[in-house]
């Protein structure tokens, strides 16, 4: 099992960058494939971006791709998503997540354990 923590959400201006963090705890990390998603209220969460469990592959949304990177760090138990030139519709409560059986997916119901989200707003 693995417990998420996300932080780095804030309020920012259009155009802006943000990095998000999500600490893991545990010494599996490694053995997971993470993701980010989003939701914002009213709407279904939805995929941002995943990375293998080594972080030599990434896979993004297409409308995040180009704008966002994801990456890990395993000896610090942690995953990150850049976030540049941010939009306002980028702005919801952002989710890291992590898959135990490694593949890598953008499905959500494939995910076993969740953060409790940060906020990111971004301002026009």
């Known amino acids: 099992q693995v417990q998420l923590v996300e932080s780095g959400g804030g309020v920012v201006q259009a155009g802006d960058s943000l990095r998000l963090s999500c600490a893991a705890s545990g010494r599996t990390f490694s053995s997971y494939v993470m993701g980010w998603f989003r939701q914002v209220p009213g709407k279904k969460r939805e995929f941002v971006a995943a990375?293998?469990?080594?972080?030599?592959?990434?896979q993004y949304s297409d409308s995040q791709k180009g704008r966002f990177t994801i990456s890990r760090d395993n000896a610090k138990n942690t995953v990150y998503l850049q976030m540049n030139r941010v939009k306002p519709e980028d702005t919801a409560v952002y989710y890291c997540?992590?898959?135990?059986?490694?593949?890598?997916?953008?499905?959500?119901?494939?995910?076993?354990?969740w953060g409790q989200g940060t906020q990111v707003t971004v301002s026009s």
């Open positions: 997540a992590a898959n135990q059986i490694g593949l890598l997916t953008m499905e959500l119901g494939e995910y076993h354990y």
């Open positions: 990375v293998s469990r080594s972080g030599g592959i990434a």
